[in-house]
T-cell receptor, first 112, second 115 residues
Framework: GAGVSQSPSNKVTEKGKDVELRCDPI?????LYWYRQSLGQGLEFLIY????????KSGLPSDRFSAERTGGSVSTLTIQRTQQEDSAVYLC??????????FGPGTRLTVL | AQSVTQPDIHITVSEGASLELRCNYS??????LFWYVQSPGQGLQLLLK??????LVQGIKGFEAEFKRSQSSFNLRKPSVHWSDAAEYFC?????????????FGKGTHLIIQP
């Protein structure tokens, strides 16, 4: 079946603009994760959804970051008033059993 | 807090030679350990995982890893590398599947294969 998909694959934006990143998990996967991959910080966990709820948002880097998941499926990560330090690859992963996280190809965000 | 250390940022190996990538972890509970591989422009692919039982685990693409609790290590090995193994390798620790805190990753080891 289809894997985790993310869109867009690349996003270039100007500082101060808002961006939305989308993640389509594998059908039926109840848990969804967002990570950020940057040169300086490596891979960082951002947020976890079980169904539509995110019990803990403390991993989000700042209050400019928000995430939601609707219908237990698609998730969007929104970054408001983007800054240059937000430039990174944003990865999404999903899992059903909890044995393995399946990762999408990522969205490369560049903030000019 | 848990942490993962991959001491080698880059490793260069000749094609056909053996490979060992090091991983040390710090984790308060029984660790669940993972090795992922990332090719340029791609997402992460799971190579193998350790939850319990036999400390030598086999993965895809001919990789294996050994869990050593006394050394807090989970090193990745392959007896003979192929040019297609050139990629970034990440060791990760967490609860089974990630839980509510996700996985904690090492900084990665960039593997270069010499012809």
């Amino acid at each position: 079946g289809a894997g985790v998909s993310q869109s867009p694959s690349n996003k270039v934006t100007e500082k101060g603009k808002d961006v939305e990143l989308r993640c389509d998990p594998i059908s039926g996967h109840t848990a969804l994760y967002w990570y950020r991959q940057s040169l300086g910080q490596g891979l960082e966990f951002l947020i976890y959804f079980q169904g539509n709820s995110a019990p803990d948002k403390s991993g989000l880097p700042s209050d400019r970051f928000s995430a939601e998941r609707t219908g237990g499926s698609v998730s969007t990560l929104t970054i408001q008033r983007t800054q240059q330090e937000d430039s990174a690859v944003y990865l999404c992963a999903s899992t059903l059993t909890g044995n393995e996280q399946f990762f999408g190809p990522g969205t490369r965000l560049t903030v000019l | 807090a848990q942490s993962v250390t991959q001491p080698d940022i880059h490793i260069t190996v000749s094609e056909g030679a053996s490979l060992e990538l090091r991983c040390n972890y710090s984790y308060g509970a029984t660790p669940y350990l993972f090795w992922y591989v990332q090719s340029p422009g791609q997402g992460l692919q799971l190579l193998l995982k350790y939850f319990s039982g036999d400390t030598l685990v086999q993965g895809i693409k001919g990789f294996e890893a050994e869990f050593k609790r006394s050394q807090s290590s989970f090193n990745l090995r392959k007896p003979s590398v192929h040019w297609s193994d050139a990629a970034e390798y990440f060791c990760a620790v967490g609860v089974r599947g990630g839980g509510a805190d996700g996985l904690t990753f090492g900084k990665g080891t960039h593997l270069i294969i010499q012809p």
